[in-house]
């Protein structure tokens, strides 16, 4: 796809809008992969690389780090690193948690995605608390979600797996596919419209880079066989890049990942759980935890077979890990006000007042 325009990739006239607040002389981008601070980007010039603008780097935050999927403000530089001077605000994005031994809170996936394909295989990575971790932080970014079960081939209880996923992907469209077979692939390559950008995420193993060459047409990705023990896989993709299809969808890849942390999604946890938010309106009780109340819905919904306690259990689960989270952090801010109480009287007993006495 030759003669590519900023508008291809994207850039219509909400960006337009937004750029109109700066220097009219710097260069509209979208950012296509990040290497350890330096920047591939695009623009009408066609794809170059860039560096953050020096004191960009004293001012920013988590949340202004530029990254995949990101449209910024250049100064173009042919033949050399164009500096980036402005990030444009976001419509959605894609973050979690940091990991453990990360300096970082936060970690931004993806940014102004239309459509995240959440991809499990139907093996041993099969696992529905993921899923629901994928679909809160998914909601919680403003984008849409979609379940893609993949190597249905390999799998003999496939009706089984897809009725469970169902039963706690509230309303959101599961498609089952085989790279092998190519079943559920005209499906997906449905979805995947000119000017739209969409991002697929899963553990590593679970064959997204096979998915994203049946999807394409083509070998887009390179692709690793897993370990037959655990069904778990090497990372393939080693970093998060934007690629343009054919049909014109962005797409964004990205490396497996392990572990999906959440961030604070209090609010997007009754998204996920949409079912037992609904019911838990006609509970006897306001304050109803679902556990020894009397005339619970939700309890009752279990009994009646409508709602799987399963499902009760995950919703429970996450709700205590916020919890906590707020118990923690309430112990931090109350040790960090004390702390400053006794600083304060410290050196008030050692300071002499006007009269001569002792604080």
């Known amino acids: 796809m030759e003669n590519l325009k900023i508008q291809d990739y994207g850039y219509n006239e909400r960006f337009k809008t937004l750029a109109t607040q700066y220097d009219s002389n710097l260069t509209p981008a979208r950012v296509m992969a990040v290497y350890q601070g330096v920047y591939e980007i695009v623009t009408d010039y066609g794809v170059s690389r860039a560096k953050l603008k020096g004191n960009y780097l004293f001012n920013m935050t988590e949340d202004t780090i530029p990254t995949v999927g990101d449209f910024v403000l250049v100064d173009y530089q042919q033949g050399s690193f164009s500096i980036i001077h402005q990030l444009l605000d976001r419509y959605s994005e894609l973050v979690r948690k940091a990991p453990i031994d990360n300096k970082k809170v936060s970690q931004i996936i993806g940014a102004n995605i239309d459509i995240a394909f959440i991809v499990t295989s139907m093996n041993k990575n099969f696992n529905l608390g993921r899923i629901e971790r994928y679909l809160t932080s998914i909601y ?34 599961v498609i089952t596919t085989s790279s092998y077979t190519m079943e559920g692939i005209e499906e997906v390559k449905a979805l995947l419209d000119k000017s739209k950008t969409v991002i697929f995420i899963g553990s590593s193993g679970v064959g997204k880079s096979s998915l994203l060459n049946a999807v394409a047409g083509k070998e887009i990705m390179d692709v690793n066989t897993i370990r037959e023990d655990d069904d778990r896989g090497r990372h393939t993709t080693t970093h998060r890049q934007l690629v343009m299809l054919d049909s014109g969808c962005m797409l964004i890849d990205t490396p497996g990942m392990r572990g999906f942390l959440l961030m604070d999604a209090r609010d997007t946890v009754d998204d996920t759980f949409k079912d037992i938010h ?14 020894k109340e009397i005339k619970c819905a939700v309890k ?7 709602l799987l306690s399963h499902r009760l259990e995950q919703y429970n689960k996450q709700k205590k890990v916020y919890a906590y989270q707020d118990k923690k952090n309430y112990s931090r801010s109350k040790e960090k006000r004390m702390k400053k109480y006794h600083e304060v009287g410290k050196e008030a007993r050692n300071r002499k007042s006007y009269d001569g006495y002792d604080y």
């Not at 009752?300 to 409508?306: H, K, P, T, W, Y």
Request: glycine content about 8%.
């Open 140 to 173: 919680q970014g403003g984008i849409t979600p979609v379940i893609i079960l993949s190597k249905s081939d390999l799998c003999e209880n496939q009706s089984e797996l897809v009725s469970q996923t169902k039963d706690i992907a509230f309303g959101v469209d």
């Open 278 to 291: 609904d019911l838990a309106k006609h509970c006897h009780f306001n304050n109803c935890t679902h556990n």
């Open 300 to 306: 009752q919904a279990i009994e009646d077979g409508i």
